[in-house]
């Protein structure tokens, strides 16, 4: 499968964004998608999950400002990314983990600067 990210771009602290990740395939039967970042310098970390049924689980650090959400019908998965601080500055990826495979996206670029 190919995944494709996009909808990052430069904000101002308390921003938003909507990041999308289109699949090439099918995602009604992919069990968990995820949205990962990288900030320069650091590790690759976890944002928010979400299960094929819908069950999301979040990284502390977004918690109440990041909202994930799938569209089965139109294979894409969204991050809803608000009140954005300096510190969410990173590349933002997308992840889906079948029961064989892992595809990863390219990734998108949010800067948020004062």
């Known amino acids: 499968a190919q995944i494709v990210e996009s909808g990052g771009g430069f904000v101002q602290p308390g921003g938003s964004l909507r990041l999308s990740c289109a699949v090439s395939?099918?995602?009604?039967?992919?069990?968990?998608m995820t949205w990962y970042r990288q900030a320069p310098g650091a590790q690759r970390e976890s944002v928010a999950a979400?299960?094929?049924?819908?069950?999301?689980v979040y990284a502390y650090s977004v918690r109440d400002r990041f909202a994930i959400s799938r569209d089965n019908a139109k294979n894409t998965l969204f991050l809803q990314v608000n009140s954005l601080k300096p510190e969410d500055t990173a590349v933002y990826y997308c992840?889906?983990?079948?029961?064989?495979?892992?595809?990863w996206g390219q990734g998108t670029q949010v800067t948020v600067y004062s």
């Open positions: 395939r099918s995602i009604s039967s992919i069990r968990t």
């Open positions: 992840k889906a983990s079948t029961a064989s495979n892992t595809y």
């Open positions: 979400i299960s094929r049924c819908g069950i999301a």
